[in-house]
């Protein structure tokens, strides 16, 4: 079984159990749309869930799940540390095999247009599948997030959705629509409950404040565990792969006197990722992939 | 294409390249079997070749392997830092998949036999293989190595060869021949060259002397790199994976003020342990290897 494309909603909900659940099942009720992974968090009050199938199979789960999180979300009464403008907040499409992010493009269209035109809930496009101009970054659609949106929209034409609108929708707000490669959502816990340090190491270490190349971090408390968070997206882990995120954030921490409590991944995570980490943990400079029984069986097999 | 058996010889040649292509050659020239990895070392001046396939193929080439081995080595003229008792030194069948070690140690016993009768070289069958009280353990077999067990196998009837024999063969010595689970060839090189470090590191990490269970290590000088090298074997990562043995090498060498230079693994490695040591790194508690995305959705297209 093929399959091209992965998509990885962001849903306004990391609480209700009961509510993730029917979000997806709402995925899963698509013939060749198929659930790999689930990530809820109670302080974002945020849900990731990573599906993929075939394109047209992809497309459906989403408004799907869309057409879900409007009926069960009311960001009126939505509180979390991670920002958000939507019931479904993000809906990113990432090519997977031979797939194109054209391909992708093409699929966060089509699924923005059915989400406004069947659902009426309005639609940003972000990143690659952008339309306006300075809509690429998906922070800078967001900025002022489903409260401050919600009045602006209509005083400002530069605040309105690409689809829709003007207004935001009453409950559901808006979703943002993308198509983006592969990215690496890893957040590092400190042990420690002062804001000012995650949010210090979270300007430190993020591009557009001059840190570390293709990262972006923002500070979050974490109150049901006494902790803070800097909570990150790795665009490119080529370029910046997780341990080298965790290398610095680790030296900023101990600089300002806490340590690092624990990390965690939201979401999947590539395999060249965790082998970039482990030959970088062992000091194994000549580490390759082709030295994994599994990887070398696999690669074997597949050719004969 | 299912391959049901590895096997993994250790040649006493790791200096001449065209030898080592010879020795390669003969395994690939099995219908069937298929080398996985290859690698050579000066200062061991040994070659150890990774290969599976289906069991009658792999035993075939197995002894292939030991015919040309025996044909190109002549331990007389040959020195380097790892004991060895033949030209091909340690001929281990390990179990993939569904294959189980007894399935292996049939194996073991079929090449061991052929190797003498054909070939005329001597064997000793050893681990899971062995058939003689006291001879599991490979160290205690090759003991002496080829120099001290060609003089004392006359004299001494508890060093005598399982099959064949009591003279070891006057070039190749005697082929160690046995069954055993899959096990990770670790070997970490200090920035020094005073053997005695790596000597005492070696002795204060292996099982025998009071170590880290599971563990095989032996302190090597690396002329032609100006290092010395503790040298290992894990016999189950499960239990003591490779970051474990990093991490304790490394806070015995920097007690003895030296560093790590670097690590390197002989053969393959379970991606498991990739995935252990990537987790530790990174003190990820909750990683699992059902998110990384390939593994993920190799799982799928199985399960379809």
Chains 1, 2 share one sequence.
Not at 4 to 11: A, G, L, Q, T
Not at 274 to 281: H, L, S, T
Request: aromatic share 4%; glycine share 6%.
């Amino acid at each position: 079984m093929n399959l091209p494309v992965e998509c990885v909603p962001n849903f306004s909900e990391g609480r209700d159990a009961a509510r993730v659940a029917a979000l997806e099942a709402a995925i899963a009720s698509v013939p060749g749309s198929y659930v790999l992974h689930r990530t809820s968090d109670a302080d974002h009050n945020r849900s990731v869930i990573t599906f993929a199938g075939e394109p047209e199979a992809v497309l459906e789960a989403a408004v799907r799940a869309a057409a879900r999180a409007a009926e069960l979300i009311d960001l009126n009464h939505h509180r979390g540390v991670h920002p958000r403008l939507g019931a479904l907040d993000v809906l990113p499409f990432v090519p997977l095999g031979d797939t194109t992010l054209a391909d992708c493009v093409a699929l966060a269209h089509r699924a923005g247009e059915r989400i406004w035109r069947e659902l009426r809930v309005p639609v940003y496009f972000y990143q690659a599948a952008a339309i306006r101009p300075g809509r690429a970054p998906l922070e800078k659609i967001r900025q002022g997030e489903f409260e401050g949106l919600r009045e602006n929209t209509l005083s400002d034409e530069t605040k309105r959705p690409d689809l829709g609108g003007p207004e935001l929708h009453p409950t559901a707000g808006a979703v943002i629509v993308g198509a983006r490669p592969i990215l690496i959502a890893y957040n590092i816990n400190l042990a420690t409950a002062d804001l000012s340090i995650a949010k210090n190491i979270a300007r430190a270490v993020r591009t557009s404040s001059g840190g570390l190349p293709c990262v972006k971090a923002l500070g979050f408390p974490l109150a049901s565990r006494g902790r803070v968070q800097v909570s990150m997206n790795l665009t490119d882990f080529n370029v910046t792969p997780p341990h080298v995120v965790y290398a610095e954030v680790s030296r900023l921490a101990a600089a300002a006197g806490v340590t690092v409590a624990e990390s965690e991944l939201i979401g999947l995570i590539p395999r060249k990722a965790v082998e970039m980490g482990f030959a970088n943990a062992l000091k194994l400079p000549d580490f390759a992939s082709s030295s994994v029984i599994e990887t070398c069986l696999a690669s074997r097999a597949s050719a004969k």
